[in-house]
């Protein structure tokens, strides 16, 4: 349901493109955006639309990191400029929607398969 594309071996100082397309079975898209998980460390917020369009960044990659998203709100990339050796991870496609289950809302994560970025010194 989210298809992820873009990773890759890349020298520090380069730019990798990272891109993510959702299938319109996950439904009414609220937030979507870039997770990444290092080996040994837990999964971090990378970037991130909110669900008022606003975006948010990590401060690792603030200046450096730039997402994007098209105007259906079923892709979103995530341009990486300047990337350091600590950038390296798996990253992950993340979208989620809000359904309502017993009266109540609910939030539904999606997640993509992972791109592995592995950035050299």
């Known amino acids: 349901q989210l298809q992820a594309s873009g990773g890759g071996l890349v020298q520090a100082g380069g730019s990798l493109r990272l891109s993510c397309v959702a299938s319109?079975?996950?439904?009414?898209?609220?937030?979507m955006g870039w997770y990444r998980q290092a080996p040994g460390e837990q999964r971090e917020l990378v970037a991130t639309f909110r669900s008022d369009g606003s975006t948010n960044y990590a401060d690792s990659v603030k200046g450096r990191f730039t997402i994007s998203r098209d105007n259906a709100k079923t892709t979103v990339n995530l341009q990486m400029n300047s990337l350091k050796p600590e950038d390296t991870a798996v990253y992950y496609c993340?979208?989620?929607?809000?359904?309502?289950?017993?009266?109540?809302?609910?939030?539904?994560?999606?997640w993509g398969q992972g791109t592995l970025v592995t950035v050299s010194s």
């Open positions: 993340n979208a989620y929607v809000f359904r309502r289950t017993s009266g109540a809302l609910v939030r539904n994560d999606y």
């Open positions: 319109g079975s996950i439904g009414s898209i609220v937030g």
